[in-house]
Each structure stands twice: as structure tokens, then as C-alpha cells.
């Protein structure tokens, strides 16, 4: 998925005809042969012959003679195919056309920046546990069981593996010490400021990483309410509070339609960590070139903006409400906040009181609310976070 629109268009110019009249198993296999050829760490003679041979336990022996041969002049051609082939942007930069347009017109000096990211294994950011013991001694027990990390220096709990590794390998996972997540995902809490005392909503919850993160930095909350629509996603909540040993109350529900689950007391603090196109995590889903639609995105829009506008009535006065999402489009981040700013007389932007505890991150373009990090920036992933709050 990562390098589709390259392998397609390589494809193409091997192929004497359409390369949709392939049959789409045999099209899959020749594309999977073909990345093994281009980006894969196979041996090549193993590629040729494996893909081949799929070809024939697919039950296609006639195509297994197309299927080697267009390996086979990759191999030879492999300079002036990939050259030929980048003459299209899609191509060259394997994103779909619509969202290059896109970010090469929103982030006309970020979005090489972006595009590279996009195209990269991602890293392995590690969230150390406060409650369990310092970033530092944390990173000293990584040390002595031989995994080098890297601290950030804007995001208080994270590290960076030099090399990813599988969870059941991070020392103390299982106990609650550590969690994985990304870097640009881990300042939501210093956005959203919850102080003892305070009773907190996260209107979109599963599969817990936030809530979890607010619990872990302030013990004393009178309440955290961990809601989501998908009841399926809630039971990986109450997974993740109890490898973390803490407590929350689960809700499965719908931001918009809180007669169903709502006690009808307000909340001190909101976070919105909205549903998106995932355009800012396309590293770690790289299916998301292939699956999202340049229609998808005006719809999300309203979605988002019906989500923020109801969460804001959930909202006390003086209280404070963080918008998050992980896609990098103005569409779904900055043009919410601002319609819904432009509508709603009771919010105000607090984003630069906001940004003074976190004085590594920059804020979004020109006068718009919130902040926009460009995917690939300190390694991070792209996000974006407003701070909202309501007129006492
Ligand atoms: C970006 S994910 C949340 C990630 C989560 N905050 C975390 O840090 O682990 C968005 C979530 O919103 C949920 N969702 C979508 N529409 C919703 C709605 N109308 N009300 C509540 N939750 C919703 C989805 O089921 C999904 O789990």
C-alpha cells in the first residue's frame, strides 16, 4: 500500500495493454512481486521465482509466463521504468493526486516533509507511565536491557526507540509502565489542563490511549468519563485502564445524542478527539492513500463540526474543550474550528495561553485557531489541536 501508486505506474509501462485487463489477483501478486524488486529486502532471484510460482498455485499457470516476464524486464529496465514512471506526481511521490494538490496548496513549505513521512516505516514512540517512575529511569531500564531511546524535548513522557520492537519485549509493559503512542498524540493532556477536582468527558475514547494519558497526569480527577459510539472499540478502553491499573467510567454512546447517556452534569474539561482521514498517520496506515476519497473530506467536516458543536453544550462555563484530530487538511481542522467559532458566541480560542506550556510547538498558519504539526516534523506524527473554552 505504502508504494502503491509507483508499483501501479511501473506496472503499467510493463504491461502492453491496460493493466486493468489483468485479472485482479494476478494484477495484486505482480504488484507484490514488483515491490519486492523495488523497495523489499527479498533477494531478487527469490522474488521472480516465489511470485511465479503464486502465480501457478493461484490456479493462473497462463499467466505465470506474463507474471515472469514482467518481473524480468523490471529487473533489466529497472532505471529508466522507475524514471518513466515518476514523470507523474503520483507516481514519484506514491500519494493519490488529490492529496499531493492538497498539501503542496496547504503547506507549501511542509509537504516534501510530509510526502517523505508518509512514505516511511514509522517510528516507535514509547509513553512512560508518571505514576510508575521517571522518563529517565524508565529509559535507564530500556538501556539495561540493551534498547537505546531518545527523550523529546516538548513531550514530557515520550521516547523514541532507535528500533522498534514488539510490545511483549518493553520492560514493564505488561504492569502498566509504558504504553506505545505517538509523540504528537501525547500533548493532548497539556492542552486540555484537567487539575484535581475537575470532572472530564473524552467524547471519543476508544481505544484509550488519551483518557489513559490524563489519568496517568493528574491522579486526582473527580471524574473521567471515556465515551465512544463503537461499543466494540470501549471493551480496548477497559483494556487499557486496567494494564495501567486505572479507573474511569465507560460509556458507549454518541457525542451527539447525550439524552442517551448523560447524567446532565457538565464537564470541567472536554477533549474531542474526532473521528478523520487519518491524512497526518498515513506512516502507520498507509491503506489510507488507497481508501480515502477527495469527496470524504467535506463530509467529515460536518461530521466533525456536528460533534464539536454538541460536545460544547456538554461544556461548563469556564471550562475548557481541546478539539484533536490526526488529519493534516484545514477542511477538517482549522475550518471547523473557525465556523464553529464564527457561530457559537460563548467559545473563545485560548490557543496562546495554551501554547506557553508547550513552547516547542508552533502554532497553525496565519490567524487560524489551533495548531497544525506537519507529519514528519520532530519525527512526529501530523496532528492538529484547538483549545476551546467557554465564557464564564
Ligand atoms: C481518533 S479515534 C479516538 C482515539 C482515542 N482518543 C485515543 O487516543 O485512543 C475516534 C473515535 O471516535 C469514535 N466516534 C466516532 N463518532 C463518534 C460519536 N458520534 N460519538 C462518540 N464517539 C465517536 C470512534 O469510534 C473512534 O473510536
Given at each position: ?7 501501479e ?14 485479472d485482479?489477483?494476478?494484477r495484486a ?16 532471484h ?5 511470485t ?15 507474471v515472469n516476464?514482467l ?32 498539501l503542496a496548496?496547504e503547506?507549501?513549505q511542509?509537504?516534501?516533509?510530509m ?12 509513553r512512560?507511565?508518571?505514576r510508575?517512575g521517571s ?6 531500564r ?10 523529546c ?20 509493559f ?6 506505545v503512542?505517538d509523540v504528537?498524540?501525547?500533548l493532548a493532556?497539556?492542552?486540555?489542563a ?7 468527558l473524552d467524547?471519543?475514547a ?11 497526569l ?7 468519563v471515556?465515551l465512544?459510539?463503537?461499543?466494540a472499540?470501549t ?7 486496567r ?15 447525550p439524552?442517551a ?11 474531542l478527539?474526532v473521528p ?9 496506515h498507509?491503506?489510507?492513500k ?11 467536516g460536518?461530521e466533525q463540526?456536528g ?6 453544550a ?12 490526526c488529519s ?7 475550518a471547523v474550528?473557525?465556523?464553529?467559532l464564527?457561530?457559537?458566541?460563548a467559545a ?20 487560524d485557531?489551533?495548531?497544525?504539526l506537519?507529519s514528519?516534523?520532530?519525527d ?13
Open positions: 500500500m505504502r508504494w502503491y501508486f509507483e508499483l505506474a511501473c506496472l503499467q509501462l510493463l504491461l502492453d495493454r491496460p493493466d486493468s485487463a489483468l485482479p489477483e494476478v501478486l505482480a504488484l507484490v512481486g514488483l515491490f519486492q524488486l523495488a523497495h523489499g529486502a527479498t533477494p531478487e527469490a522474488a521472480v521465482a516465489e511465479v510460482e503464486a502465480t501457478r498455485a493461484l490456479g493462473r499457470p497462463r499467466a505465470a509466463g506474463l516476464a518481473l524480468r524486464r523490471f529487473q533489466r529496465e529497472r532505471g529508466a521504468i522507475i524514471d518513466a514512471a515518476h514523470r507523474v506526481a503520483q507516481a514519484e511521490h506514491a500519494h493519490p493526486v488529490w492529496l499531493l494538490d492538497a496548496r503547506w507549501p511542509d509537504w516534501r516533509m510526502v517523505t513521512a508518509g512514505n516511511s516505516e514509522p517510528p516507535m514512540w514509547l512512560v507511565n508518571r510508575r522518563r529517565d529511569e524508565y529509559r535507564a530500556l538501556a539495561a536491557a540493551g534498547m537505546a531511546a531518545d527523550p524535548d516538548f513531550a514530557p513522557e515520550a521516547l523514541r526507540l532507535e528500533q522498534p520492537v514488539g510490545v511483549g519485549e518493553l520492560p514493564g505488561g504492569d502498566g509502565a509504558v504504553s503512542q504528537a498524540a501525547q493532556p497539556y492542552f486540555l484537567a487539575r484535581a477536582g475537575m470532572r472530564v467524547a471519543c476508544a481505544p484509550g490511549g488519551k483518557a489513559c494519558h490524563i489519568l496517568e493528574e491522579p486526582g480527577l473527580a471524574e473521567l471515556a465512544d459510539v463503537d461499543p472499540r471493551l480496548r478502553i477497559a483494556d487499557n485502564l494494564r495501567l491499573g486505572l479507573s474511569a467510567t465507560i460509556a458507549s454512546g454518541d457525542v451527539t445524542q439524552a447517556w448523560w447524567d446532565g452534569r457538565a464537564f470541567e474539561r472536554i477533549l478527539d478523520c482521514s487519518g491524512t497526518g498517520v498515513i506512516r502507520r498507509p491503506d489510507i488507497l481508501l480515502r476519497r477527495p469527496g470524504d473530506i467535506a463530509g467529515l460536518d463540526l460533534m464539536l458543536r454538541a460536545a460544547f456538554l461544556l461548563a462555563p469556564g471550562g475548557r474543550l481541546v478539539y484533536a484530530s493534516v487538511l484545514a477542511a477538517e481542522n482549522a474550528t473557525r465556523a464553529f464564527s457561530a457559537e458566541p473563545l480560542d485560548v490557543g496562546e495561553s495554551a501554547r506557553l506550556l508547550l513552547p516547542g510547538v508552533a502554532p497553525a498558519r496565519g490567524a485557531p489551533g495548531f497544525a506537519p514528519g516534523a520532530a512526529a506524527d501530523g496532528f492538529y489541536y484547538a483549545c476551546l473554552e467557554k465564557r464564564a
